[in-house]
């Protein structure tokens, strides 16, 4: 489960504002990629927080209310389909961390990344952080990042769903299931389709 080692061991080398970082969305064939950045009171416990990919839907809403209404800061950012078309989704992933991390306010002067990329060919991280594999179960702040990132891409797949009935992306979120490759072979792909991950078809 996650705690506040980290962030506490980044505050002893005297960094003030600590935020932890994750993305969601960097495998689905369908819609955009969200960043999360998160900055929380010292020491504040919140029961259930854990990798988003291991707490329950209905539990992961009730977090994203809890981490939005007590953050000292935070903000979601994301980069739409074309654009991960354009530079690629490890660059795309890279530009949407880094805008959620600037968009906080006050602003973070050290951040706490999930993964262990921090650049690609065309966007990288320019925040002072640390990355951390696994981060999400590691890490209060990063753990949080997941949930507000998670949520929120989830929330916006399903306004998809309305927009675009046909591909059931209420039921799998843009992932590569075996009944979206059998929607998309159906119906070809929508606006919201990252062209270049359409290999299969």
């Not at 990798?51 to 809890?66: F, G, H, I, N």
Request: proline residues 5%; glycine residues 6%; contains cysteine.
């Amino acid at each position: 489960m996650p705690n506040w080692d980290l962030e506490r061991e980044a505050m002893a080398q005297g960094y003030g504002m600590v935020c932890g970082c994750d993305e969601a969305g960097a495998g689905p064939l369908a819609g955009r990629v969200y960043a999360a950045a998160v900055v929380l009171p010292d020491g504040l416990e919140l029961p259930w927080l854990n990798d988003s990919k291991q707490v329950t839907e209905k539990r992961r809403e009730a977090l994203y209310d809890q981490i939005t209404r007590q953050a000292t800061a935070w903000s979601v950012t994301w980069v739409e389909p074309k654009e991960i078309d354009e530079i690629d989704i490890l660059n795309s992933r890279m530009k949407a961390m880094q805008l959620a991390m600037d968009a906080l306010e006050p602003k973070t002067d050290f951040a706490l990344v999930d993964g262990n990329r921090d650049h690609g060919s065309r966007c990288a991280l320019s925040t002072a952080h640390r990355l951390v594999v696994k981060g999400d179960s590691l890490s209060m702040l990063i753990a949080a990042a997941s949930i507000l990132a998670k949520v929120s891409r989830d929330r916006y797949m399903k306004e998809m769903a309305v927009l675009y009935p046909q591909y059931g992306f209420e039921r799998h979120k843009g992932y590569p299931t075996k009944r979206h490759y059998e929607l998309l072979r159906e119906h070809g792909p929508c606006p919201i389709h990252r062209r270049t991950f359409l290999k299969k078809l």
